[in-house]
C-alpha cells in the first residue's frame, strides 16, 4: 500500500463505523495485506466480508482501478469499483460509472461519511456512517 496512493487513501476507511439509514449495522475495515483491505459487514441480518484492492490476474498488471469482491452469508458474490477523490468516496456496484452507486462525503474530522446509495430509475437510500472505534 505505500506505493499505492489510490489504495492508500482507503486507509483512512480503517476501524469500526456504525452505520445508519437504509441498513443498520457495523462494519468494520482493516488491512489485511499491503495489498488489501477487508471490511467486514455486520447490518441487520446480513453479514459478510469484502475484500478490497487492485485486481490483478495470473500474469498480468495490477488493474487501474480499485475493484472488491463481498462475499454474504446468504451466498452473494457481489464486485464493487472503489475510488477516493478528496474527501468524496464512491462505490460503484460493479464497474465504474455503473448506474447503481454509492456516493459519500467525509466530514472535516473524518468522523463521519454521509451519502446514499443510487440505483437506477430513482431508487436507493441513505446511508451514513459515524466512526466508533
Sequence with gaps: ????RALQALTRLIGTWKITGGHE?????????DFFLQQDVHLGD???????????????????DIKSRYYG???STLDYTYE????????WAGERGSPAYYQGTFSPDGRTLTGAWI?????GYDSNAERVG
Excluded: F, Q, W
Design 1 to 4: 500500500m505505500a506505493d499505492d
Design 25 to 33: 449495522g457495523t462494519v468494520t475495515y482493516r488491512r489485511l495485506n
Design 46 to 64: 446480513t453479514h459478510g466480508i469484502e475484500i478490497i484492492g487492485r485486481e490483478r490476474k495470473l500474469m498480468a498488471e495490477p488493474s487501474a
Design 73 to 75: 452469508d446468504d451466498g
Design 84 to 91: 477516493l477523490d478528496g474527501d468524496t468516496l464512491t462505490i
Design 119 to 123: 440505483y437506477p430509475g430513482g431508487g
